[in-house]
């Protein structure tokens, strides 16, 4: 009697198929995070990852692929923008965020003290904190060496949305 060599299933097929189209859209994501230094919201995300040559992303595949990097604490949004950055360090919940009100750039600076502190003073009132999300806003180095200007398209470093190459 012939052995029968078995076929992967067609179910089998389309699952890795669908492993390898997420996998490829996480790290299409990270990238677009990464290539900018200024925050981007999900529908930006969205237009930065869109490709003409493979199926349409929706909104909410967007947000799955964000939460999933969120968890993974290589995302972070950044709550007074509704907007997403990439995580450089491997302990964000130590991070503050200065948000640059002219040209939106968001630098994240390192603080054990302030997260002591902001934890301490939780805890005389009972609270335990979970997450803590620290955002200032100001004006950055850069462009507090510019006078005011009237128009995004002056200012020296106000990026456009990362170009997505056909891989």
Known sequence: MKDRIKQPSRIHQVSNTRKSRSISLLSDVLDA??????PLSAYDILRCVSRP??????????????KKLIADGLVVRLESRNAFVRVRTSDSS???YCIC??????????TTSSCQQ????????GFQV?????????????????PSFSSASQHPHQHDLPIRASK
Request: hydrophobic share 35%; aromatic share 4%; charged share 25%.
């Open 101 to 110: 009100d002219r040209c939106g750039v968001a630098q994240a600076v390192e």
């Open 53 to 66: 040559d493979r199926r349409r992303v929706v909104p909410p595949t967007i947000y799955r692929v964000l």
């Open 33 to 38: 995070l990464t290539e900018t230094h200024t």
């Open 94 to 96: 130590r991070l503050v």
């Open 118 to 125: 902001i934890d301490s003073a939780a805890e005389t009132v």
């Open 130 to 146: 979970r997450h803590r999300v620290m955002e200032v806003q100001g004006v950055c180095a850069q462009c507090s060496t510019y």
